[in-house]
């Protein structure tokens, strides 16, 4: 079983240590990727993918502070993470 963490400093702005976490591991995904969801075409997967990372990349880049423009991109984007979840693998 892993360590809980308990650190405070671990905790602060969680929100955007996960956001850029999420999105590096999306890139690798992306790299590494051999397939998509049923029904759907790699290269529609791809694009999908693409603004998943671009979504959580934008917010830890600007630590949550979006402009309106970049508020409907990175809600399009964690909205197709939510959505696709179960979809990240192969």
Known sequence: MKKPIVDQDA???M???LADVIAQHLRAFIE???SSPVGMDGDEWTEMLE???AAFET???KNGALDEDEKAQVKEGMRLF?????????
Request: proline fraction near 0%; include cysteine.
């Open 11 to 13: 905790c602060y702005n």
């Open 15 to 17: 929100n955007v240590t």
């Open 32 to 34: 590494c990727n051999v």
């Open 51 to 53: 603004k998943m990372a």
């Open 59 to 61: 917010y830890a880049v």
């Open 82 to 90: 939510v959505k696709h979840f179960d979809d990240l693998w192969y």
